[in-house]
């Protein structure tokens, strides 16, 4: 008779404990408001940003690097350049989202990327977190790569269809970009909530009784590592930083 064995996952190389990376999110999430110097603020935005370089998340990184690099030079020639009070409520507006909220954001990003659902349960529960957290955490946790490969097969049969922007198509009928894009996405986003709900519940997530998880989580030398760096400099740029 074949004995069944469990296999653990095991990821090599850097890694954060979930808990760690929470401890992050807060810690951006709050320090942006903190404080408005620009070496502050940068310190807080390479957090996020070099754990996505670790994570092989690159795309996200440029993308976000040359979002929060356009940010501090607008904000840098902002006073010296008289714009109309319309266009500087906007530019302010703007500059503001993406220097103090999109660090959280990509933050954010960056711990959905990197932590499965499982990880995160077995964090939580660590953290005596009650289950009417747990299981919507673990539902969004499987809820947005889900809504990811959904919206790429919707792109590609638009894509048979040549219904996409600029497209002879498109410019003949503009709200078939809506009929084709948008409602199937709003459709797929309401089963798909429902399927993952069901599915959370059949595992047995709602069961009063403590799980077992054969997930590892725990603490390594590279949470220690990862919170004195990121502490060490958030503390020299907030009282020693002259700019």
């Known amino acids: 008779m074949e004995q ?6 095991t990821r090599s190389g850097f890694r954060l404990d ?11 999430a709050t ?5 408005s110097h620009t070496a502050f603020m940068i310190a807080v935005a390479l957090i ?9 998340q690159y795309k996200t990184a440029i993308v976000f690097f040359c979002l929060f690099t356009a940010g501090l030079f607008v904000q840098a ?8 009070m319309v266009i500087n409520m906007l530019v302010v507006l703007l500059v503001g989202l993406v220097l103090r909220l999109f660090p959280a954001f990509v933050m954010g990003a960056y711990i959905i990327k990197s932590t499965t659902a499982s990880e995160c349960i077995t964090a939580l529960g660590r953290m005596h977190i009650g289950r ?6 673990s539902v969004l946790f499987r809820f947005i790569p889900t809504m990811q490969e959904e919206s790429a097969a919707i792109k590609d049969a638009m894509r048979m269809r040549e219904v996409q922007f600029g497209t002879k198509k498109f410019w003949q009928n503009p709200a078939a970009l809506i009929e084709y894009r ?12 429902d399927d993952l709900s069901a599915a959370a519940l059949t595992r047995g997530l709602d069961n009063p009784v403590r799980r077992t998880n ?8 590279w949470d220690l590592i990862t919170v004195l760096i990121a502490g060490t400099a958030l503390i020299i740029t907030y009282f020693f930083s002259p700019w």
């Open 4 to 9: 069944l064995q469990a296999v653990v996952e």
């Open 18 to 28: 979930p808990r760690t990376k929470l401890l992050l999110m807060a810690v951006v």
């Open 31 to 35: 320090a942006e408001f903190l404080y």
């Open 48 to 56: 996020p940003f070099v754990l996505l370089l670790t994570n092989r």
């Open 77 to 84: 020639v902002q006073n010296s350049i008289q714009f109309p």
């Open 132 to 137: 009417q957290i747990t299981i919507p955490l």
């Open 182 to 193: 948008f409602i199937p996405l709003m459709i797929s986003v309401v089963k798909i909530g």
């Open 214 to 221: 054969i997930t590892k989580v725990g603490f390594t030398g």
